[in-house]
């Protein structure tokens, strides 16, 4: 997903890093021009404005997610013997890791949702990234189903919706003044796992 | 709750809500609003700061609202209901509606606030206090639940609370994707989770 030109690569690439340690809305043009050194007239040749800029660096960041989520989905499968290392591979995808890094990160991807839900421009290239992630947890589940290990009874592509679902819609406990213990959370969790998604 | 507002702060939030059902917010003035209310621009600046917080409330407002119709549901269900069974047909039913498509817009807008709250502070906080009080409402809930032998007593409530929402707004997931699952397979893997595991005790 490298853009072409190197200059235009090189602003993306820097302010997708400054993105990782900040909230997007403190990311500056100055900031990043000072950070690539890279001049204002050529952010301008490359880049619409500034917000363009930062909408590929939305569009950066989901595909790097993807790719790395489905790498995980793969080398579980790859891993797992049995329907209990399945299990046990399957928590901290599910569990989503309730750091506080995490949390941000979590509302980094409402926003990029937001976007694309609002702007028909964003959903056509965000939509078919997140088809990938969609589609490829369900395959996880179908290829469980075959080794006997998943609720065949399931939609794989409901299953998948319903556990990336949790981790977003979980964004409403860290809008909360008081948050869910992390362990009742799992227990929660686990039990959906064990009792819905691979019973059979 | 909005019931606990000032009646002139409250016709200002009403009017806005309903403005919001048919334009996005960023389209709406404050002329319109006034004119629906017939309040007078004096009184919507002693009671905001500004326009831009009048929408704030109304967009936490108009979420809140509705998910207050299904607390009172749920609220209503366990006072009527006689047996394990009613209870969980009657969950099922209260679930179905909040999960129908009709309800998509009311995901999408909700995202979309919480999108807003993440940048803008002020939002935050009031859009903090709302969720506070919605989840200690579920969560007072499903208590009742569990003592009435009906809730599974393996779960923490206020986990049982934060998930029957997640999985309502998380679904937004599915929103921006050429393809879409299917409603009643979803509601069939919903209804596998409120039988199994929500109110487990019941079905075993």
Known sequence: ?200 | MLSAFHPTKKSLIKSAIVLLDSHPSSEITSEQVLELSGISKGSLYHHFDDFSELMEYALVYMFSRYVDQSIEAFNQLLINCKSPNDFLTGVKEITRATQSPAMRNMRIVRINAIAQAITNQRMRNLMGAEQGRLTDSFTDLFREAQEKGWGSKKIDPRAGAVLVQAYTIGRVIDDFTPEHIEMERWFQLVDLVIERVLCAEVSS
């Open chain 1, 1 to 200: 997903m490298n853009a072409s030109h190197p200059t235009k690569e090189l602003l993306i690439s820097t302010a997708f890093e400054l993105s990782l340690t900040r909230p997007m809305a403190e990311i500056t043009s100055d900031l990043v021009l000072e950070t690539s050194g890279i001049s204002k007239g050529s952010l301008y040749h490359h880049f619409e404005d500034f917000s363009d800029l930062m909408e590929h660096v939305q569009v950066r960041a989901l595909s790097i997610f993807t790719d790395s989520q489905i790498q995980g989905l793969q080398e579980l499968m790859a891993t797992s013997q049995t329907k209990a290392d399945f299990l046990q591979g399957l928590r901290p995808i599910s569990h989503g890791n309730r750091s506080p890094d995490v949390g941000a990160a979590r509302l980094a991807r409402i926003e990029s949702i937001s976007k694309a839900l609002s702007s028909t421009r964003m959903r056509e290239i965000k939509g078919p990234i997140q088809q990938r992630i969609t589609n490829a947890i369900a395959e996880i589940f179908r290829e469980a189903n075959r080794r006997g290990w998943a609720n065949s009874d399931l939609d794989p592509m409901a299953v998948s919706v319903f556990l990336q679902s949790l981790n977003i819609g979980s964004v409403v406990d860290i809008l909360a003044p008081t948050q869910v213990e992390p362990e009742a959370w799992f227990t929660l969790i686990d039990l959906i796992l064990s009792e819905v998604i691979l019973d059979h």
